[in-house]
């Protein structure tokens, strides 16, 4: 893929944000995000691991587990909230 200026962009990163439906923590995931064209968001890919949310990406997983996540992340609760 390249860029606007017609680069090619694919870089490493870490993720540094938390998603409190999955143990152990998401902080620091490795990840490849990949650009797209101008107007479109990057493609975000998880480094394959065995980490639950690397694992879900690759495989894919049920709509129920998509709402699961949708309610701990819009409807948090705990000492945080």
């Excluded at 490493?12 to 999955?22: D, I, N, S």
């Amino acid at each position: 893929m390249t860029n606007a200026l017609g680069f090619t962009c694919s870089c490493y990163g870490t993720r540094h944000a938390e998603l409190p439906a999955y143990s152990p923590t998401t902080l620091n995931l490795k990840t490849n995000v990949h650009a797209r064209p101008v107007g479109e968001h990057p493609f975000v890919k998880r480094e394959p691991t065995d980490h639950p949310l690397a694992v879900e990406q690759w495989t894919g997983m049920a709509w129920e587990r998509v709402r699961t996540i949708a309610e701990a992340v819009l409807h948090p609760t705990g000492e945080n909230s």
